[in-house]
């Protein structure tokens, strides 16, 4: 049976333009989270 709460390898496109477009950038914390996410997409890291 395979694990269905296993995380996919790879992002598409419109998956990373969607999580990029959820940190409110009002908010310090948005703003770090928005550096993050575009950090990691940016090298190909695996968002976890």
């Known amino acids: 049976m395979p694990n ?3 995380l996919p ?3 598409t ?3 990373q ?3 990029l477009s959820q940190p409110n950038p009002r908010y310090p914390t948005g ?3 928005y550096t993050l996410f575009r950090n990691h997409a940016g090298y190909g890291a695996p968002l976890i």
């Open 31 to 33: 703003q770090r989270n």
């Open 17 to 19: 333009e969607s999580l």
């Open 9 to 11: 390898d790879v992002l």
């Open 13 to 15: 496109e419109a998956e």
């Open 4 to 6: 269905s709460n296993k």
